[in-house]
């Protein structure tokens, strides 16, 4: 029988015997988002958010039986996992419709400054702390360097970064060329960018702005904002060039884990990356050498081979 009435994050963390709390987060823009507290058996000894990826949601982080929470909460870490306002985990909004296209209107610019920002200062306040230390994933990650870049005042409620396979430069990926053909071809193709990636016009974990912007790290070379175009850009920034993120802003340390194997996140553009992050206060760079792109997540392999190194990391 299939199971209702409880999320997919809700399930996993009764398959792994987890206690848990579920909360809302309403952002400045009106997304309404759902987080989890996962609380350690043991003495706490720090507080931990991870955030996911693109066409993810908190379930992400425990497919697996040796999940990076699990190793997480044996070492005493509180654990919170968040979601973005794409994410199938309930999100939704105070006065748009999940189906409208104006809900979709968002990129992970957005899931930047709003999401990761409301989330960041719900667990602050929840878990009673100063500072939280911060596990992403791939746009997770971007959307991560977006808040402090942006809104820098919160390199100090970040201790330190654990990004896995940053997707922030994007331009030695291999789906580069596709993003270039599909440009190249986009006048005479009957497909938007959400069907030619996903296989349905209906955004559902993810929005076409999204892919879009992910284009745009592609072709630039560059971690850019949204490009609009030379005229609307003007508008929007003041000038027809689309602006870089300034990495320059990061302040707090980072470590940079990265796949050695990896098609989507280029190791090349994670070490350019992090000559990016000079103004950081300590910037790692950990080569996991057969991983791929999702077995950060979903590859049993990470459990012994990246998550003990990101735990380090963590508690040290």
Known sequence: MKETGRSRTERYIERHAITSECYDVTTEDGYQLKVFRLIPKVKRRGVVLLQHGLRQSSASWLLMNQNLPLQLLEQGLEVWLGNSRASTEGSSHTNLDRSSAEFWNFSFHEIGIYDMAAIVDFVLVAAGCEQIQIIAFSEGAAATLILLTKRPAYNEKVSRLNLLAPAALLSRSSYTVLAALYVTFKPILPWSLQRFV???????????????????????????????????????????????????????????????????????????????????????????????????????????????????????
């Open 198 to 316: 996903t296989g349905k016009d209906e955004p559902s974990g993810n929005s076409q702005k999204e892919l879009e912007h992910l284009q745009h790290l592609m072709l630039s070379g560059r971690f850019v904002e949204y490009d609009y175009g030379a005229k609307r850009n003007l508008v929007m920034y003041g000038t027809s060039k689309v602006p870089e993120y300034p990495l320059c802003k990061v302040t707090c340390p980072v470590v940079l884990h990265y796949g050695g194997a990896d098609r989507v996140v280029h190791p090349r553009d994670v070490k350019r990356l992090s000559r990016k992050l000079a103004n950081s206060e300590q910037v790692e760079v950990m080569c996991h050498k057969h991983m791929r792109h999702l077995d950060f997540l979903t590859r049993k392999d990470a459990a012994v081979e990246v998550y003990p190194a990101v735990v380090d990391n963590v508690i040290r």
